[in-house]
T-cell receptor
Framework: DAKTTQPTSMDCAEGRAANLPCNHS???????VYWYRQIHSQGPQYIIH???NNETNEMASLIITEDRKSSTLILPHATLRDTAVYYC?????????FGAGTQVVVTP | EAGVAQSPRYKIIEKRQSVAFWCNPI?????LYWYQQILGQGPKLLIQ????????DSQLPKDRFSAERLKGVDSTLKIQPAKLEDSAVYLC?????????????FGAGTRLSVL
């Protein structure tokens, strides 16, 4: 499965959009991009996934570049409850492998 | 729909003692996972069950860790004897093949401290 690179940390103002980048330059054609988040003292929570088209659900939007080498998770209106570690995972038929993720802090 | 249940939430033991963790997955989920999360790191898969059979236990330290999923529902993870480096959060997750394979639902975890 492809390796991903995420920033270590990000700050975001409450009510603004949070744009979380992820690089996955070695992604192959059958691999999906998954996003999970982990709020302090909780287990990881699935957010969204995609193959090559942009995806949107009630939690977030996922924008994947045309060459699929990078993606951006967008939280449209960040709230304090969105403070968490966000994991970008690229996976085909293997198992979920969590990296260190991005620590996102939403401030009032 | 009830989520993944784990118990206990916290456990403190001394090294060389044994400990067991319990997990009840979401009803109807055939696949169950145990992860270990060391402080400051992402979760690492220890073992994956499909119904009551083991699919992947390649990262399970089998000299001290064991897991079972009798009747394909609840699961127990055991450590015997525990070492200091086993201090971590142990997470259980489940998934259904009716949904995407990698949409997993996690419990809150059991925080283990080995002294």
């Amino acid at each position: 499965d492809a390796k991903t690179t995420q920033p270590t940390s990000m700050d975001c103002a409450e009510g603004r959009a949070a744009n979380l980048p992820c690089n996955h330059s070695t992604i192959s054609g059958n691999e999906y991009v998954y996003w999970y988040r982990q709020i302090h003292s909780q287990g990881p929570q699935y957010i969204i996934h995609g193959l090559k088209n942009n995806e949107t659900n009630e939690m977030a939007s996922l924008i994947i570049t045309e060459d699929r080498k990078s993606s951006t998770l967008i939280l449209p209106h960040a709230t304090l409850r969105d403070t968490a570690v966000y994991y970008c995972i690229v996976i085909g038929w293997g198992k979920l492998q969590f990296g260190a993720g991005t620590q996102v802090v939403v401030t009032p | 729909e009830a989520g993944v249940a784990q118990s206990p939430r916290y456990k403190i033991i001394e090294k060389r003692q044994s400990v067991a963790f319990w997990c009840n997955p979401i009803s109807g989920h055939a696949t169950l996972y145990w992860y270990q999360q060391i402080l400051g790191q992402g979760p690492k898969l220890l073992i994956q069950f499909q119904n009551n059979g083991v699919v992947d236990d390649s990262q399970l330290p089998k000299d001290r860790f064991s897991a079972e999923r009798l009747k394909g529902v609840d699961s127990t993870l055991k450590i015997q004897p525990a070492k200091l480096e086993d201090s971590a959060v142990y997470l259980c997750a489940s998934s259904s093949y009716r949904a995407a394979k990698n949409i997993q639902y996690f419990g809150a975890g059991t925080r283990l401290s080995v002294l």
